[in-house]
């Protein structure tokens, strides 16, 4: 291991920054040390913080972090929060350059706690915790008195914010598994992800991922392992597991070259999309289109989840962020049909119609508008129980299948599910010169 390097060594305060490895790989490597004032940002902290993100920006190296904080530091007025400001704004220039990985592993408050909401992957320890105001400032507003656990605790941003990728138990581990994320990434969004070493042919057949499908279509699998019958070596590095867990979002190889992978998952809420989830694959879709990782896309899939609460809390802005995230990605974008793929859900999984390179379907898929007892409630409800029967089974077979589809152009092959390796494999071998010229704009205005 080399020497660090640091940067802005002499400057006083409680952050330090130096230019380091990890998991192998040359990082800027910057650290708020909570053992002075717990960790409060004083102007030079700010400015430390600062240099440290202009470093890995001018040198294109990956951000990472090591934050415990209590704030901008109140002996220090205004330049504490100008030097926060700096920072923030040296965080915000790096977003979508570099990848900027953090691991949180004390109190992090107010200013400091944002800068979570602008790193790529947060890692979390147990004891660890990060609010914008605590719960002196929580209890004084509204009465309700709540600890720092309860209020921003790993497991509430793990659970139920997304802040958190992941829950550690202490900074080493959290270090090993930020390592781990990097290995899939590239140092800069100009390069591609290093390759990995393989043994695993990418011929070889993948029969266990069609066995595991139940009988019914209404029947649970876990699709993560159908993702590991696919990728290399069945390892499958899964981020915000616990945070909208009816949709996996996860890091993989495929032939030893580092992919995304978006999937479905039946045995949570049978795998319908709701708002968290539509952020989940939202962000995701977004980090592996910044850092050129092709995205591999698992659908089974009955729609939208249903709701009033839903409908109220905005599932028409936050349904689009999915939609906006893989209608402007650029990378390789190869899906495969599973089974369901109803309605706008199968729309904004990555569909033919979203712009998806190559679409794949088993022959289980069901690519329709709605399931077939629904289509017959709608269509034939002035008739019996026992024409409704008929008419679903009629629509089922004619309809709930991937071959109208195929014969559409909406799906590339159908395909047996002991080729899904070799067929995935294959569209991503041919994909790998793909380039797209972007319209000349400054940004979109899609959804947040």
């Not at 929060?81 to 704004?89: E, F, K, P, Q, S």
């Not at 969004?189 to 011929?203: G, H, I, N, R, S």
């Not at 859900?345 to 712009?355: E, Q, R």
Request: glycine content about 10%; proline content about 6%; aromatic content about 4%.
């Amino acid at each position: 291991m080399t020497r660090p390097v640091p940067l802005s060594g002499r400057v006083p305060g409680n952050v330090r920054a130096a230019v380091d490895e990890l998991g192998g790989r040359s990082v800027v490597l910057v650290r708020i040390q909570p053992e002075q004032r717990r960790g409060a940002l004083d102007a030079e902290a700010g400015a430390t913080l600062a240099a440290a993100a202009e470093a890995a920006l001018d040198a294109r190296l990956p951000l990472v972090g090591v934050m415990a904080s209590s704030g901008a530091d109140v002996r220090d007025g205004i330049p504490a929060l100008d030097g926060w400001g700096r920072a923030a704004r040296a965080f915000g220039r790096c977003s979508g350059v570099v990848p900027i990985l953090i691991a949180v592993t004390g109190p992090t408050l107010s200013g400091p706690s944002l800068l979570l909401s602008m790193a790529d992957v947060v890692v979390m320890t147990s004891d660890a915790s990060a609010y914008v105001v605590g719960p002196a400032a929580v209890s004084s507003f509204t009465g309700e008195d709540v600890t720092p656990q309860a209020l921003g605790g790993a497991g509430v941003h793990a659970h139920q914010t997304g802040v958190a990728a992941a829950v550690t138990d202490d900074e080493e581990s959290a270090l090993e598994l930020l390592a781990a994320v990097l290995a899939h990434l590239p140092d800069h969004c100009d390069v591609e992800a290093p390759c990995w070493p393989t043994a695993d042919p990418l011929e070889r057949a993948t029969p266990e991922a069609g066995a595991l499908l139940p009988p019914t279509s209404t029947g649970s699998y876990d699709v993560l392992e159908v993702a590991r019958a696919v990728v290399d070596d069945g390892e499958v590095l899964e981020l915000w597991a616990a945070w909208a867990p009816n949709l996996v979002t996860a890091l993989a190889t495929v032939d030893g070259r580092p992919v995304g992978i978006v999937a479905n998952q039946p045995l949570a809420l049978a795998g319908s999309i709701d708002i968290a989830a539509s952020q989940k694959g939202a962000r995701f879709v977004g980090l592996c289109d910044a850092f050129n990782l092709p995205l591999v896309t698992l659908v089974d899939t009955s729609g939208f989840f249903p709701g009033k609460d839903r409908e109220w809390r905005g599932m028409i802005r936050h349904g689009a962020q999915l939609v906006g995230a893989y209608a402007r990605a650029s990378v390789p974008r190869v899906c495969v049909v599973l089974r369901k793929a109803y309605g706008g859900a199968y729309i904004v999984m990555d569909s033919k119609t979203m712009g998806n390179d190559i679409c794949l379907a088993w022959p289980s898929a069901e690519m329709a508008v709605m399931g077939a007892r629904q289509a017959a409630e709608i269509l034939h409800r002035g008739e019996d129980a026992e024409a409704r029967a008929a008419r679903e089974a009629e629509y089922a077979t004619n309809l709930l299948n991937p071959w109208t589809a195929a014969e559409r152009g909406y799906v590339d092959d159908v395909i047996d599910p002991a080729d899904t390796r070799r067929a995935v494999g294959g569209a991503l071998a041919v994909l790998r010169s793909k380039r797209e010229r972007l319209p000349h704009r400054a940004h979109d205005n899609l959804p947040l």
